[in-house]
């Protein structure tokens, strides 16, 4: 037996068959579109509905051949007895602009432009009657059933590939069949149907989940799949392949620290380092576009040293770490700190949790359902008095007063009248935004990458509880709004561990701020709880040395962009510490008389009152 075939498969990640659905339908929407007529993709392909191509490739991608006219017409009508019928000009126009992307007398990058011309690409919110150079147009059920059927014949494509694999790797066919029965209904399917949908054979990635090897399976997709000849469809297929390294490989936390370490090496390679930065919105935990890496490595930035009573008037600064110096080699030193950055930016998996995530108003009948059926399933023994049960409840409530009202329900001679909505009720999932409009994820991205960058000169621990008692500190000072008279007040979101490790609690925490404050609210609440730690250390050990430094490196961002502004912060300090009866010249300079009023004033009162009292003078409360 070869050592390939005695290795053991990876274990995939089951879903239900409603969130397998789900998940599919989401991921072809986002990934594939649902364009109700013919419209040519980023390589000039002709393609409607869900990416439904309708020229096949050969000679590795180099020609396309329009696929057979019968077969397309009926994938349009749903019915093969009686297929949409192309008129000669239509027919003309698809051959012609399959032509357009074999011509030898156009350059190849400038083929799918020219096909573009004949046939408009899709255009979200800017689409044109004129657009649709076709006698049909596809309705949301129709293209919904397209797609069903195209996501059963790749998924068919890619267990082909499962099984050559196994046979490579010397497997039998029973335990071949019993891998693609266990795959059935899974993340990893998902993943590896997506990858066949978009044209990606993927053995090395098919090989390394049976393998059992996370880390290959997750390089393979995410840095070996999206080739420069992709050209202007380069952006969303990075995006989608992230998508499927993250369905594919798994939580990176459940990892053994052997593999965590072989993917730190992964990251540092200076090709994956510059894929990462021609893609900075796939990958904003790295921070900006990187350059291409030269010989020698880039010098990591230098912790920030504690500011002693004999330190200059001026203070010592932080111009060594900051949002735009933070790249892949300061996540990706500690697997800890990688494995958080990642954590941050994941979507949540469980739909009734991702569903407490938008305002009441954007949701659907189904994510209401999906809200009722976590707090049915997900509390049970230990958890059955988690104060999120009794949030998500309320909250399934806040949804049928907002789309029903709250006045008294009618009846009709006795019999209780079926309430009208008062608004329409949203028939499809909205994308997940904070208050302004962003993208959530990107921004809880952000803030994972801030935390990581705090966790470089205070370590992973005490960057960690910062951010876990800057949460603490924000949901105390903005409570859950009032609610309709019909209901008593919000139960309460209980507090978050501060334990120093960034877990599921703690992830959906920064989440649900991040969604109801917004970014910038959680990066204040960030700081405050890092400011907090060091206070309540400088008590715990009677020692304030590094207040200057660390005052200045936490809160200062908030205020400047640079070290040549006025220290607010500085000012605001001396003025609280001052109400606290220390009589400090506010002269926006932390120096030795500030640290040491700052040390006496933290004999008599609690860290934690210092800190409130010093966030509502900053504006932050």
Same mark, same amino acid.
């Given at each position: 037996?070869?050592?390939?075939?005695?290795?053991?498969?990876? *274990?995939?990640?089951?879903?239900?068959?409603?969130? =397998?659905?789900?998940?599919?339908?989401?991921?072809?929407?986002?990934?594939?579109?649902?364009?109700?007529?013919?419209?040519?993709?980023?390589?000039?392909?002709?393609?409607?509905?869900?990416? !439904?191509?309708?020229?096949?490739?050969?000679?590795?991608?180099?020609? =396309?051949?329009?696929?057979?006219?019968?077969?397309?017409?009926?994938?349009?009508?749903? +019915?093969?007895?009686?297929?949409?019928?192309?008129?000669?000009?239509?027919?003309?126009?698809?051959?012609?602009?399959?032509?357009?992307?074999?011509?030898?007398?156009?350059? $190849?990058?400038?083929?799918?432009?020219?096909?573009?011309?004949?046939?408009?690409?899709?255009? /979200?919110?800017?689409?044109?009657?004129? +657009?649709?150079?076709?006698?049909?147009?596809?309705?949301?059920?129709?293209?919904?059933?397209?797609?069903?059927?195209?996501?059963?014949?790749?998924?068919?494509?890619?267990?082909?590939?499962?099984?050559?694999? *196994?046979?490579?790797?010397?497997?039998?066919?029973?335990?071949?069949?019993? =891998?693609?029965?266990?795959?059935?209904?899974?993340?990893?399917?998902?993943?590896?149907?997506?990858?066949?949908?978009?044209?990606?054979? $993927?053995?090395?990635?098919?090989?390394?989940?049976?393998?059992?090897?996370?880390?290959?399976?997750?390089?393979?997709?995410?840095?070996?799949?999206?080739?420069?000849?992709?050209?202007?469809?380069?952006?969303?297929?990075?995006?989608?392949?992230?998508?499927?390294?993250?369905?594919?490989?798994? &939580?990176?936390?459940?990892?053994?620290?052997?593999? &965590?370490?072989?993917?730190?090496?992964?990251?540092?390679?200076?090709?994956?380092?510059?894929?990462?930065?021609?893609?900075?919105?796939?990958?904003?935990? =790295?921070?900006?576009?990187?350059?291409?890496? #030269?010989?020698?490595?880039? /010098?990591?930035?230098?912790?920030?040293?504690?500011?002693?009573?004999?330190?200059?008037?001026?203070?010592?600064?932080?111009?060594?770490?900051?949002?735009?110096?933070?790249?892949?080699?300061?996540?990706?030193?500690?697997?800890?700190?990688?494995?958080?950055?990642?954590?941050?930016?994941?979507?949540?998996?469980?739909?009734? %949790?991702?569903?407490?995530?938008?305002?009441?108003? %954007?949701?659907?009948?189904?994510?209401?359902?999906?809200?009722?059926?976590?707090?049915?399933?997900?509390?049970?023994?230990?958890?059955?008095?988690?104060?999120?049960?009794?949030?998500?409840?309320?909250?399934?409530?806040?949804?049928?007063? *907002?789309?029903?009202?709250?006045?008294?329900?009618?009846?009709?001679?006795?019999?209780?009248?079926?309430?009208?909505?008062?608004?329409? !009720?949203?028939?499809?999932?909205?994308?997940?935004?904070?208050?302004?409009? #962003?993208?959530?994820?990107?921004?809880?991205?952000?803030?994972?990458?801030?935390?990581?960058?705090?966790?470089?000169?205070?370590?992973?621990?005490?960057?960690?509880?910062?951010?876990?008692?800057?949460?603490?500190?924000?949901?105390? $000072?903005?409570?859950?709004?009032?609610?309709?008279?019909?209901?008593?007040?919000?139960?309460?979101?209980?507090?978050?561990?501060?334990?120093?490790?960034?877990?599921?609690?703690?992830?959906?925490?920064?989440?649900?701020?991040?969604?109801?404050?917004?970014?910038?609210?959680?990066?204040?609440?960030?700081?405050?709880?890092?400011?907090?730690?060091?206070?309540?250390?400088?008590?715990?050990?009677?020692?304030?040395?590094?207040?200057?430094?660390?005052?200045?490196?936490?809160?200062?961002?908030?205020? %400047?962009?640079?070290?040549?502004?006025?220290?607010?912060? $500085?000012?605001?300090?001396?003025?609280?510490?001052?109400?606290?009866?220390?009589?400090?010249?506010?002269?926006?300079? !932390?120096?030795?008389?500030?640290?040491?009023?700052?040390?006496?004033?933290?004999?008599?009162?609690?860290?934690?009152?210092?800190?409130?009292?010093?966030?509502?003078?900053?504006?932050?409360?």
């Amino acid at each position: 037996m070869s050592e390939r075939s005695r290795r053991l498969p990876m *274990a995939p990640t089951k879903l239900s068959p409603q969130d =397998y659905a789900r998940t599919v339908g989401s991921h072809l929407k986002t990934r594939e579109g649902a364009v109700p007529r013919i419209y040519t993709d980023g390589k000039g392909i002709p393609t409607m509905g869900t990416g !439904i191509a309708l020229a096949v490739s050969g000679d590795g991608g180099k020609t =396309y051949k329009l696929r057979d006219l019968d077969q397309i017409g009926a994938e349009i009508s749903g +019915d093969p007895a009686r297929p949409y019928k192309f008129s000669e000009t239509e027919q003309k126009l698809l051959n012609d602009t399959v032509g357009k992307l074999n011509d030898p007398n156009v350059k $190849a990058k400038d083929r799918p432009a020219e096909a573009q011309k004949l046939i408009p690409p899709y255009k /979200p919110g800017k689409e044109t009657a004129a +657009d649709n150079k076709f006698g049909f147009t596809l309705s949301d059920e129709r293209i919904a059933r397209q797609a069903e059927s195209a996501w059963n014949q790749h998924r068919q494509s890619a267990m082909k590939a499962v099984r050559d694999q *196994a046979k490579a790797r010397g497997w039998s066919k029973e335990r071949t069949e019993s =891998y693609i029965d266990a795959l059935k209904g899974s993340k990893q399917e998902i993943a590896l149907t997506s990858l066949a949908y978009n044209g990606v054979p $993927a053995p090395k990635a098919t090989g390394a989940l049976l393998d059992g090897d996370p880390v290959t399976l997750r390089k393979e997709i995410l840095y070996g799949s999206n080739p420069p000849s992709n050209t202007t469809s380069r952006t969303g297929i990075a995006d989608r392949r992230k998508d499927e390294a993250d369905l594919a490989a798994g &939580r990176f936390e459940d990892w053994t620290p052997e593999q &965590r370490e072989q993917w730190r090496q992964v990251e540092a390679d200076p090709n994956v380092r510059q894929y990462r930065g021609t893609f900075p919105a796939t990958f904003p935990q =790295y921070g900006p576009p990187i350059p291409p890496a #030269g010989p020698e490595p880039r /010098p990591q930035p230098e912790p920030i040293a504690g500011a002693g009573e004999d330190d200059l008037k001026g203070g010592a600064g932080n111009d060594t770490l900051g949002p735009d110096t933070l790249g892949p080699d300061t996540l990706g030193t500690d697997p800890q700190v990688a494995a958080m950055v990642e954590m941050a930016g994941r979507p949540v998996d469980n739909p009734g %949790r991702s569903a407490l995530l938008k305002p009441v108003e %954007r949701l659907t009948q189904a994510e209401m359902m999906d809200m009722i059926n976590h707090a049915q399933a997900d509390y049970r023994g230990y958890r059955s008095g988690d104060p999120l049960k009794a949030h998500t409840y309320e909250r399934v409530q806040d949804w049928h007063v *907002a789309m029903y009202g709250d006045a008294p329900q009618g009846n009709d001679g006795g019999k209780p009248v079926e309430p009208a909505p008062i608004r329409p !009720i949203p028939d499809r999932p909205a994308p997940h935004t904070t208050p302004d409009g #962003g993208d959530l994820w990107q921004a809880t991205a952000r803030i994972g990458a801030k935390v990581a960058e705090a966790a470089g000169s205070e370590g992973y621990s005490s960057a960690v509880t910062g951010l876990q008692r800057g949460l603490n500190i924000l949901n105390q $000072a903005h409570p859950l709004p009032k609610r309709s008279p019909a209901y008593g007040p919000y139960s309460g979101l209980g507090p978050v561990d501060e334990d120093g490790a960034y877990g599921p609690q703690t992830d959906f925490a920064l989440k649900h701020a991040t969604a109801r404050l917004g970014p910038h609210k959680v990066e204040e609440g960030l700081a405050l709880g890092r400011f907090n730690a060091f206070a309540r250390d400088a008590r715990r050990t009677g020692n304030a040395e590094g207040l200057e430094a660390r005052t200045h490196a936490i809160l200062g961002p908030l205020f %400047r962009k640079d070290d040549q502004g006025p220290k607010v912060e $500085a000012g605001v300090l001396q003025d609280t510490l001052n109400g606290f009866g220390q009589d400090l010249k506010v002269d926006e300079w !932390i120096g030795p008389k500030t640290t040491a009023a700052f040390g006496a004033v933290l004999k008599d009162q609690d860290p934690d009152a210092v800190t409130l009292a010093f966030g509502r003078g900053l504006g932050l409360l």
